[in-house]
């Protein structure tokens, strides 16, 4: 059996439909891109006919990001199928990954179909995938769930029709490792046509045993892992990526030679990425890329490390790409060779006009500063490359807020909203809070707010400031951040690109409803 790991990621296209982490087609292709860096051998683009913009991602990242397999997923029907080999025609790798439901309750109460149909119909989506690449891919969506009998029964069937890669989703996170290690271990003692294809798991991580699964799925025979950047995905997430890749690695004297192709170093840097695209947070204490995976308090601890670092590390910082330390980088004095090295060590694509563009924002933002850090350089160069100003339907033009002792803090914004110019004044408990009523009074829009933090990203006073707000507009929850010294600003930059979101990932929810009917793995 091959030691190989595939690592097939899905932030793309499961990572994606978690709520609040909606992404732009230009959002997608530099996360793609990064991806591709990283190593993954499959990146699973999105779901070709969910929407229009779905659709436009898959077909830019399969014409312009190289290495990786692309994919999009595809529901059992021919119109799906169709449009994904549309959508994925441009790439010199492709893959269609097909599904359809096999427990009894997802049968009978969401597809209304009998086990004859339900296999029938997996079998004609199958051959007719393979009418466009030799590579398809077949999920059994809630397989965990499932009877064995007829579990073993598809899965050999879809083999007979081209199946390449057959998939066990733990689509509700139902699994327990020790089952879903012999679930595993029964598929491959009981299909006797299961040595022609890969078998791959794809778990979530509602019991919170999501990389658990699937790397005891990978012990039991499993040989491709779907997973995520930061574990994100429905409801309570997908196994982590880089939890998954560091466990093969750490773990060598238990999964032997195990292995995959990830390049580690890149890790901390596609997990940040991630959180500046989708304006969300890594919490402090989130396994190999959480600030504090490396961080020692405890006296104890610190002496230890100090006096050999296995003590309480089981693994280099630099192995996953972490910044060894806060070096001051860049200053208003560098020049623009140091500006484009350091593009290049984010991955970023550049031209000319885009160092002229960050090196005139980088003098601006020394002037302010008297210290230029690791995290500024990361938080302006994330910012200028990944905002998309024509998708966005808010844009503030202009705010001033007046406050003080015995002054009732007082704000008033300018703004464009769908192309429509307003102003309005408004009073509040702060600046900040002054700002945000002065704003939903001029968009008429009043989200509920969930949660708002602020904190520094680096010493000093003069420090920027970075801003994370979580809303919901119309049962539509996204998160934003906003960075700047100013942190007024920084919290109106957060709430407008928390508010954008909801705004877009609204009307995209409207344009998936349908599709969305039938489930995903």
């Keep these: 059996?091959?030691?190989?790991?595939?690592?097939?990621?899905?932030?793309?296209?499961?990572?994606?439909?978690?709520?609040?982490?909606?992404?732009?087609?230009?959002?997608?292709?530099q996360m793609a891109q990064q991806l591709a860096r990283l190593g993954v051998d499959v990146i699973e683009a999105g779901f070709a006919v969910a929407s229009k913009g779905d659709f436009e991602a898959i077909n830019r990242i399969a014409r312009e990001?190289?290495?990786?397999?692309?994919?999009?997923?595809?529901?059992?029907?021919?119109k799906d199928i169709e449009?994904?080999?549309?959508?994925?025609?441009?790439?010199?790798?492709?893959?269609?990954?097909?599904?359809?439901?096999?427990?009894?309750?997802?049968?009978?109460?969401?597809?209304?179909?009998?086990?004859?149909?339900?296999?029938?119909?997996?079998?004609k989506a199958v051959a007719f995938a393979r009418r466009f690449t030799d590579d398809v891919e077949f999920s059994c969506e809630d397989a965990t769930r499932s009877d064995r009998e007829f579990l073993y029964r598809i899965i050999e069937e879809v083999i007979k029709e081209g199946a390449?890669?057959?998939?066990?989703?733990?689509?509700?996170?139902?699994a327990i490792p020790e089952e879903f290690g012999k679930l595993i271990e029964d598929i491959i003692n009981n299909v006797p046509n299961i040595d022609k294809v890969v078998l791959s798991v794809h778990c979530h991580d509602d019991l919170g045993l999501a990389v658990a699964n699937s790397l005891t799925a990978v012990k039991h025979g499993a040989r491709q892992v779907e997973c995520t950047i930061n574990g994100i995905g429905e409801r309570a997430g997908n196994a982590a990526l880089?939890?998954?890749?560091m466990a093969l690695r750490v773990r060598r004297d238990f999964f032997g030679d195990l292995h995959t192709n990830i390049n580690t170093k890149e890790l901390y840097k596609t997990s940040r990425l991630l959180c500046r695209i989708t304006g969300s947070f890594v919490?402090?204490?989130?396994?190999?890329?959480?600030?504090?995976a490396f961080a020692h308090e405890s006296g104890i601890h610190q002496h230890g490390v100090l006096s050999h670092r296995l003590t309480y590390e089981i693994m280099n910082p630099e192995d996953v790409g972490f910044p060894a330390s806060r070096r001051i980088v860049l200053g208003k004095h560098s020049g623009r060779h140091a500006l484009k090295k350091k593009l290049e060590e984010y991955g970023v694509n550049y031209s000319e006009k885009d160092i002229e563009r960050i090196y005139e924002k980088l003098k601006e933002l020394a002037d302010k500063k008297k210290e230029i850090y690791e995290e500024d350089i990361e938080a302006l160069i994330y910012q200028e490359f990944?905002?998309?100003e024509d998708e966005e339907p808010v844009k503030v033009l202009h705010f001033q807020v007046q406050s003080g002792e015995n002054l009732m803090p007082t704000a008033t914004v300018k703004v464009i909203f769908k192309g429509e110019e307003r102003?309005?004044?408004?009073?509040?408990?702060?600046?900040?809070?002054?700002?945000?009523?002065?704003l939903q009074k001029a968009l008429g829009i009043n989200p509920k707010l969930l949660d708002y933090s602020i904190k520094a990203l680096t010493p000093n006073t003069d420090a920027q400031a970075e801003a994370r707000v979580i809303l919901e507009l119309e049962d539509v929850r996204a998160s934003g951040r906003g960075v700047d010294t100013d942190i007024i600003k920084a919290s109106v930059k957060a709430f407008v690109d928390a508010l954008n979101r909801a705004i877009l990932r609204r009307e995209y929810i409207l344009q998936r409803k349908e599709i969305r009917r039938e489930g995903t793995v």
């Design 164 to 174: 390449t890669t057959i998939n066990i989703p733990d689509t509700v996170g139902y």
């Design 65 to 78: 990001v190289k290495g990786p397999v692309i994919c999009s997923l595809a529901r059992a029907l021919e």
């Design 83 to 123: 449009v994904a080999a549309k959508a994925l025609a441009p790439a010199e790798r492709k893959r269609i990954h097909t599904f359809i439901a096999t427990s009894e309750i997802h049968m009978k109460y969401k597809l209304r179909m009998e086990p004859e149909e339900v296999l029938e119909r997996a079998k």
């Design 242 to 245: 880089e939890e998954i890749v």
């Design 1 to 29: 059996m091959n030691d190989r790991v595939i690592i097939f990621d899905t932030t793309l296209r499961d990572g994606e439909q978690a709520p609040g982490f909606s992404m732009t087609t230009e959002e997608k292709l």
């Design 283 to 292: 919490p402090p204490n989130k396994a190999i890329v959480g600030d504090n």
């Design 386 to 388: 990944l905002k998309v």
């Design 423 to 438: 102003t309005a004044t408004a009073t509040g408990n702060g600046p900040v809070d002054a700002t945000i009523k002065a």
